[in-house]
């Protein structure tokens, strides 16, 4: 699964603003909650366009809002529509894709009435594969900039509140406040890194889209240099293609007096940043691994952020001792025995005993997912076991792979201790089985 966040750049032309744009409440409205399915620290939230309900990844690191993995959902409909070029993050060249204009989204009692969708036609761009559930864009500015926005981690919930003093007070009494500078529509925040002995202030995308805990940039400063003990992974999928880079622990990471021991960051490589138009003084990002630990408020038009420790304030930062990346890959029909309540259909005797004959089952037929390796990370213990991109997975520790949700098999691969793991796969129509020792590297 795709452990980095899905982290893209529009290069896009922008017209003037009007100060209706974005999602307005309704007269009688002034506070809404919408619940969302958290996977893999990235939230995925319902969101109805034209009519029709898709999956958007909530992404504060996007400008636009973008959709794509729309096969299933023919019967949206798309107004005045254009082709357009996409650029992002990867080392690949621009993809083919579409702008549309005057679309109406909705929320709970919350409208946009006039939305700006840009639509990707590539079927390659598919988040649905890496998080385990359908996933049909990605929304940000557009969501956050009119109104107060919560993300409360530990219930699941998004709240949105109409930006009023009485609202913002209410919130700074529980909150700490912190000052963010909002440029081309991206929220940005000072932090510290402490890296290599030296103490560093940086500028960071707040990028809730991205499910890592930090990204650090090594061309912007002489002082971002990757540790000495690191490893070369694949860190997410942008618009231009695979995002290369290394892992690392840095000793501390801060956010005033939110401290962090520890934390595992990412350091893109110069091929995966080179479409990337960088706004000044931005040293990386901040993702979805370290806000998960608060519950945050965004107001983007008081150019503040709220934080309050939550539940996984104190989590382990943890990464994939497997070195396997493990994708959805479609459906399969499966068997099952179901049991049944019924009468005996008939008796058999025995010199000791009389035994009832039950037909109490039933088959019956399931879609369940197909797991397949997406990628497999050089010199890992998956790697030195054999294993191999695009091996099927049968079986996982002698179980069913299908009875295995995406983040569960992400979740065992980063455990925190050094398990053994056995995979059983299908290779050019051959079932084979491997296995190996989860290792911390780092």
């Not at 590539?122 to 594969?129: E, G, V």
Request: hydrophobic residues 40%; glycine residues 6%; proline residues 4%.
């Amino acid at each position: 699964m795709m452990r980095a966040a899905i982290f893209i750049f529009l290069v896009l032309l922008r017209t003037c603003v009007l100060a209706q744009e974005g999602f307005q409440f309704d007269k009688n409205s002034d506070k809404i909650s919408v619940p969302f399915k958290f996977i893999n620290n990235l939230v995925i939230l319902p969101i109805k366009v034209n009519g029709v309900e898709l999956n958007f990844l909530l992404d504060s690191g996007v400008e636009e809002t973008i959709l794509f993995s729309l096969e299933e959902k023919k019967e949206v409909r798309f107004f005045n529509a254009e082709k357009i070029l996409l650029r992002g993050l990867g080392s690949q060249e621009a993809v083919e894709g579409l702008k549309s204009t005057g679309n109406l989204l909705q929320v709970e009692n919350m409208s946009d009435t006039d939305h700006v969708l840009y639509i990707v036609l590539d079927p390659d761009f598919n988040l649905s594969s890496h998080i385990g559930i359908p996933v049909n864009g990605i929304i940000g500015f557009q969501f956050f900039r009119n109104n107060l926005v919560e993300i409360n981690y530990t219930k699941k919930r998004v709240f949105v509140y109409r930006e009023a003093d009485k609202n913002r007070k209410r919130i700074q009494k529980k909150f700490k406040t912190f000052p963010v500078s909002i440029e081309k529509s991206k929220p940005y925040l000072k932090s510290t890194v402490f890296l290599n002995n030296k103490e560093l202030e940086v500028k960071l995308l707040l990028d809730i889209g991205n499910s890592d805990a930090v990204w650090l940039f090594q061309d912007q400063s002489k002082f971002i240099k990757v540790p000495p003990k690191n490893f070369a992974d694949f860190l997410g999928r942008g618009f231009s293609g695979d995002v290369e880079g290394k892992r690392a622990k840095i000793q501390k990471f801060a956010i005033n007096q939110f401290v962090f021991e520890n934390p595992i960051v990412a350091f893109p490589d110069s091929s995966s940043m080179r479409n990337a138009t960088l706004v000044p003084g931005r040293m990386g990002s901040v993702g979805g691994e370290i806000m998960k630990r608060f519950t945050v408020i965004f107001n983007y038009p008081k150019k503040e952020i709220y934080l309050k420790k939550n539940n996984f304030y104190s989590d382990p930062f943890t990464y994939n001792k497997s070195g396997v990346e493990v994708q959805h890959n479609g459906l399969q029909w499966i068997q099952e025995t179901v049991r049944m309540s019924t009468v005996p259909l008939s008796e058999e005797y025995t010199a000791s005993d009389r035994v009832k004959v039950m037909n109490d089952f039933k088959y019956k037929f399931l879609l369940k997912p197909i797991y397949q390796i997406a990628n497999v990370r050089k010199n890992s213990p998956a790697a030195i076991a054999g294993l191999q991109k695009g091996d099927i997975i049968i079986l996982i520790n002698n179980a069913s792979a299908y009875k295995y949700s995406l983040q569960k098999i992400n979740s065992l691969f980063k455990s925190e201790e050094e398990k053994w793991i056995t995979l059983e796969v299908e290779r050019n129509s051959q079932i084979l089985k491997f296995r190996f020792q989860l290792q911390d590297i780092l």
